[in-house]
C-alpha cells in the first residue's frame, strides 16, 4: 500500500472530515457543530493520510494551555479528530500520524500532548496516561435531598438566554482555571462550545437553558442544563440534563444544585461530567441514590519530559531520579533528576543511580496529581529502586482537588 502523510489543505477539509465522519459511524454531525468544528480546527496542525483520492485517515490538534498543579498554564497540543478507514486498518496508518503529530509537537515547543479516548486501550501504546477522571450523577431528586451551607438563601437566582450571558459566564470559568489542574483556558471562540445546542442531539429534551447565581448584582454561577419531559400513570418522572455548572463560592454552588433538585415535574438530575471530588458528594443526603459511575477522560503524554515536569509544583519538598522508558518519543529515555517543592522545580539530565523505574506513560497518568504513582507501582507500573523513594514521589505529586477536563475536544 503506497499513501500521503500531509498537512490539510483548505480544499480537502470537506473529504477529511467527510472520512471522520464515516469513521465514526457514517452519521453526519448537524450543520452547526461542522461549522463550530471547521473555524476551530488549525488547519496547519491537521494531518491527512491518502490513498489516491480517498482520505483514510485524519487527526489534529488544537493549541492548548493546560492547568497544572500549582496554577500554571502550560502549552498542550489537544490531540483531536483521529480516525482510520475501516478498510485500511492495521496496516501503520495510526502509528505514522502519531508519529509525525508528536515530532511536531515537539518542534513547536510543547511540552505536553493530550486526549480524550474514543477507546482508551489505542493510546497507552504512544506514550498516553490516563490522567482524569470524570463522574456521572444520575440523581433520584424524590429521594435525595441537599444540606446546603449558610448564606445559600441569600444568593439570588434568575433565567436568562444562554447566549445573552454567555461572556460573563466565560469570565467566571476562566477565574476557576488555575484552581484545578486538567482545566483548558479557553481561546476565543471555544465559547460557542458551551452554547452548541443542535436540535438533532436533544434526544426529546429542552433546548439549552441557563440560570445565573447573583450577589449584590455581582455573578457568582451560572448552570446551564436542558429539561427532558416525561410522564408514567403516577405522574411526572421528567429528567434535568446538567451541561455545565460552576461558581466561585459553596454557598452560590449549593443555591444552583437546590434548584436544579426543585425544577418541577422531574423527579432526577444528571450530570454527566463532574470532577470525582465533586462538593456535590458532600450535600447530598444519600450519596448511594445518586447512581455514581467514573470513567477515564483526558489521557497526557509528556512529549519533553525535563519542561513537562519543570512546569508544575509538588506538594512536598522532591528528590528523585526517574529512569524513564519511552521507545515512542526516545529523546525522552534515560534517568531525569527531578528536585521541587512548592515554589517551583527543575528537570535534568543526570548519570545518578536511578530511585524510580518507568515509562512515559506512568509519568503521564501521575503528572497532574489525580493517580498516585504508589498506586501504579501497586500494579506494577512503577518499581522502586531506592527505598523511600516511591512515597515521597507519590506524595509530592499529589493534588489537593483532582484533575478534571470540563469538556471535551
Known sequence: MTTDLRVLAESEWACWYGALDLAFGGVPEAPQ??????DLVELDRSLGVWDGDACIGTTSAFSFRLSVPGGALVDAAGVTMVSVAATHRRRGVLTSMMRRQLDDVRALGEPLAVLTASEP?????????????????????????LSVPAGTDDVRLRYAAPADVHAACEELYARKVAGRPGMLARRPGWERHGLLDPESDRAGASPLQCVVAERAGELVGYVRFAVKPDWNWQGP??????????????????????????IDLT??????????????????????RCDITVRDSL?????????????????A???VVFEVEDAFCPWNAGRWRLTGDTKGASCARTEDA???????RELGAAYLGGVSLASLAGAGRVRELRQGALAEASVAFGSDVAPWLPHGF
Open 299 to 315: 489521557h497526557v503524554r509528556l512529549v519533553e519530559v525535563g519542561a513537562a515536569l519543570e512546569a508544575r509544583t509538588y506538594q
Open 33 to 38: 457543530e461542522q461549522e463550530l468544528w471547521r
Open 237 to 262: 418522572k421528567g429528567a434535568v440534563h446538567v451541561r455545565d455548572i460552576e461558581a466561585l463560592d459553596p454557598a452560590a454552588y449549593a443555591a444552583l444544585w437546590r434548584f436544579l433538585f426543585d
Open 317 to 319: 519538598p522532591l528528590d
Open 267 to 288: 423527579s432526577s438530575v444528571i450530570a454527566r461530567n463532574r470532577p470525582v471530588d465533586d462538593p456535590l458528594l458532600q450535600l447530598v443526603s444519600d450519596v448511594r
Open 354 to 360: 536511578a530511585d524510580l523505574a518507568l515509562s512515559v
Open 121 to 145: 486501550v489505542i493510546y497507552g501504546r504512544f506514550g498516553y496516561g490516563a490522567a482524569t477522571s470524570q463522574m456521572k450523577a444520575d440523581i433520584d431528586t424524590t429521594r435525595v435531598r
